[in-house]
């Protein structure tokens, strides 16, 4: 059965510093795999995906991943941290048995002023 | 505002009881997907309707059940209900059916808590 793997339930990091949020999956296929992030109290919000074509894939507020099929990785990153990006970021993977979205358990990221 | 609605926000209520949570998904989006999410559990997918019909069934207790109506909207009924079963209650929409690559876009939650 397909799993996502986020290493880390909690990273802290300085304002400014470089943001890494670690996730694996395990799939003999690639998968689609997706990063949503959750503010305190609200919804999960698409910070990007990745299904086909470039590796390296772009999101909303400057957030990036890149997908490393060696590797079955699809970390998230961000050059310089800021006090907004404090939340809780999981990864996801579709390609469950049932073609449904399957989550990480999670990476509380808190930024340090 | 993430275009999909849950109703009510929160919601307390006594072990034993039964109650229905609400869901409009986005416009134009076929397919409304229910999670549960626990701090011991993470996100667990519940159950999934495409236009109507149930899709997939995930791990969904018997004594919750979950409908989508011919306006797509969908309910998730929750009865005898006992303290483990509080959480957050998660709805979100896609255009598309199961496997889908668009990705889902989430209501905020139905909070639950039952004492």
């Known amino acids: 059965a397909q799993s996502v793997t986020q290493l880390g339930s909690h990273v802290s990091v300085s304002e400014g510093a470089l943001v890494l949020l670690r996730c694996n999956y395990s799939?003999?296929?690639?998968?689609?795999l997706f990063w949503y992030v959750q503010y305190p109290n609200q919804g999960l919000q698409l910070l990007l995906k990745y299904t086909t074509g470039a590796t390296l894939v772009k999101g909303i507020n400057g957030f990036e991943a890149e997908f490393k099929k060696s590797e079955t990785s699809f970390h998230l990153t961000k050059p310089s941290a800021h006090m907004s990006d404090a939340a809780e970021y999981f990864c996801?993977?579709?390609?469950?048995?049932?073609?449904?979205?399957?989550f990480g358990k999670g990476t509380k990221l808190s930024v340090k002023p | 505002d993430s275009g999909v609605t849950q109703t009510p926000k929160h919601l307390i209520t006594a072990t034993g009881q039964r109650v229905t949570l609400r869901c409009s998904p986005r416009?134009?989006?076929?397919?409304v997907y229910w999670y549960q999410q626990s701090l011991d559990q993470g996100l667990q997918f519940l159950i999934q309707?495409?236009?109507?019909?149930?899709?997939a069934k995930g791990n969904i207790l018997e004594r919750f059940s979950a409908q989508q109506f011919p306006d797509l909207h969908s309910e998730l009924n929750l009865s005898s209900l006992e303290l483990g079963d509080s959480a957050l209650y998660f709805c979100?929409?896609?255009?598309?059916?199961?496997?889908?690559?668009?990705?889902?876009?989430f209501g905020s939650g139905t909070r639950l808590t039952v004492v």
């Open positions: 309707y495409y236009n109507g019909e149930e899709r």
């Open positions: 799939s003999s296929v690639p998968p689609y």
């Open positions: 979100a929409s896609s255009p598309r059916g199961p496997a889908t690559n668009y990705g889902y876009t």
């Open positions: 416009s134009g989006d076929l397919s």
């Open positions: 996801a993977a579709l390609g469950g048995s049932q073609g449904n979205l399957i």
